[in-house]
C-alpha cells in the first residue's frame, strides 16, 4: 500500500522530471510563436520553501553563483507554486539557491515556473532533488529520510528503491541522527565524515572522541581504534606535566648536592610552605654516610 502511495505521488521524480516538463512545455511554446513559458516575478514575491531538507548554503558557492548571475542572469527558471493563502506570492518548490544568489546580485525579478503541487508534493520534490543532486550534508540527508518516513509512512525498503540507494546506505544515514547535537553540528560543518560519525555512534565517549578528531586530525581507521581503546579501558593516562622550579630552588639544589656528594631534587609546593626533599644515593658507602650526618648531632 505505501508502495502504491508513492508511485501515485511521484516519489522519485525529482528536479529532473520536473525540468523535462519545463523543456516540453518550452518546445511546445516555441512550436505555437516562441512564446517562453516562464515568467518573471518580483523577487520580493517569491519565498522558500519553509520544509527545505537543505539548512546551509556555502556563502563562498553562493558568492560564486552571485557573480554568474550579475554576469549572465538566471538561466533556469526556478520552479514554484502559488503560495496558499497569498494572492500573488510563490513559494520555491526548486531552485532556492539561485533565489539567494540571485538577491546577492541585487536582482529585482526572477524567471519563474509555476506548478500546481500540494504541500506533500512539494517536500517530497524538495527532499529528493537535494539528495539525487548530493547537495545535503550527512545530516540534512538523514533528516529527509525521516521525513519521508514520518510523514509520508514511507518503508526504507521502498525508498531504497524509489531513490537508487541501498537500504544499508539509508539506514546508516538514519542511525546518525541519534548522535549528540555537538556532532551532528560537526558533521553539518564539514568538520566530521559520516565515516567518522558512524564509528562513534556505539561509543559511550563520542563527544570526547570527536573533539580529539578535530583537534588530532584522525582518519576514520585511527577513530574506529581509539572508540575501541575507551571502550576496553586500554588508554594511557596523560602525563603531568612536571612543575617549573625557580632559580633559588635550582641553587638550594645545587649546593646540597655539592656538600653532601649526591643528588638532591627540591619539590615545593607552589602558594605554600611545605615540600619534601629526594637524596639520591648510588651505593651502601654514601647511604652510610648520609646517615653520619643526619645522626651527627
Not at 32 to 38: H, S
Request: with cysteine; net charge neutral; proline share 5%.
Amino acid at each position: 500500500m505505501a508502495e502504491n502511495k508513492i508511485k501515485s505521488r511521484g516519489l522519485g521524480r525529482g528536479l529532473s522530471a520536473l525540468m523535462a516538463d519545463v523543456t516540453e512545455t518550452a518546445k511546445g511554446s516555441a512550436e505555437e510563436g516562441g512564446r517562453r513559458p516562464d515568467m518573471l516575478v518580483p523577487i520580493e514575491k517569491i519565498q522558500p520553501n519553509p520544509d527545505q531538507p537543505r539548512r546551509r548554503f556555502d556563502p563562498e558557492h553562493l558568492e560564486d553563483l552571485a557573480n554568474s548571475i550579475r554576469e549572465k542572469g538566471v538561466i533556469q527558471p526556478l520552479i514554484v507554486r502559488p503560495k496558499p493563502g497569498v494572492v500573488g506570492s510563490y513559494e520555491i518548490v526548486a531552485g532556492e539557491r539561485r533565489w539567494r544568489a540571485s538577491q546577492k546580485a541585487q536582482l529585482h525579478e526572477l524567471p519563474v515556473i509555476v506548478r500546481e503541487f500540494d504541500d506533500t508534493e512539494v517536500l517530497e520534490i524538495a527532499i529528493i532533488e537535494n539528495i539525487q543532486r548530493s547537495d545535503l550534508n550527512p545530516v540534512e540527508e538523514a533528516a529527509g529520510y525521516r521525513q519521508l518516513m514520518e510523514k509520508f509512512g514511507h518503508t526504507q525498503e521502498v525508498l531504497s528503491r524509489a531513490l537508487g540507494k541501498s537500504r544499508s546506505h539509508i539506514a546508516n544515514l538514519m542511525r546518525l541522527l541519534n548522535l549528540p547535537t555537538e556532532i551532528q553540528d560537526l558533521l553539518e560543518e564539514g568538520k566530521l565524515s559520516a565515516g567518522h560519525a558512524r564509528a562513534l555512534i556505539t561509543s559511550d565517549h563520542a563527544k570526547e572522541i570527536s573533539k580529539r578528531i578535530v583537534a588530532e586530525g584522525l582518519s576514520v581507521r585511527q577513530t574506529e581504534g581509539l572508540v575501541k581503546k575507551y571502550a576496553s579501558g586500554d588508554l594511557e593516562k596523560p602525563k603531568k606535566p612536571k612543575p617549573v622550579k625557580d632559580a633559588d630552588t635550582k641553587a638550594l639544589e645545587g649546593d646540597l648536592s655539592a656538600n653532601l656528594g649526591m643528588k638532591v631534587a627540591i619539590d615545593h609546593k607552589a602558594g605554600g610552605e611545605a615540600g619534601q626533599i629526594t637524596i639520591k644515593y648510588d651505593n651502601m658507602d654514601q647511604l652510610d654516610e648520609l646517615c653520619r650526618i643526619l645522626s651527627a648531632n
